[in-house]
Nanobody, 123 residues
């Protein structure tokens, strides 16, 4: 299993920057991709950014070049640098890990989630 712990959520003003971090532990050798999702009350969880072990990245359309997702495979961390934040970026941000074939040779086909970190952007 994989455990994910997010940190960095805060109350900021529009136009500010914020860095979220996710620390992965457990069977991290099984992780094939990691990403950030966000959710507001009454709405579905939306993909913000994802990155595969090989390095390929994907961003949601609403990011518009404002966010940068980076992964340190050696430290098992995932960071999301968010710039020019807008009030509509207010949400709980969740870290996600997708697992599959492990380096050890075993398989763990799962999706793991952290508990989330709250970002509030005031006008």
């Amino acid at each position: 299993q994989v455990q994910l712990v997010e940190s960095g959520g805060a109350l900021v003003q529009a136009g500010d920057s914020l860095r979220l971090s996710c620390a992965a532990s457990g069977d991290t050798d099984c992780i094939s991709a990691m990403g950030w999702y966000r959710q507001t009350p009454g709405k579905e969880r939306d993909l913000v950014a994802s990155i595969r072990s090989a390095g390929s990245t994907y961003y949601g359309d609403f990011v518009s070049g404002r966010f940068t997702n980076s992964r340190d495979n050696a430290k098992n961390t995932l960071d999301l640098e968010m710039n020019n934040l807008k009030p509509e970026d207010t949400a709980v941000y969740y870290c996600q890990a997708t697992t599959g074939l492990c380096i050890s040779g075993t398989t763990d086909d799962n999706i793991y989630w952290g508990k989330g970190t709250l970002v509030i952007v005031s006008p």
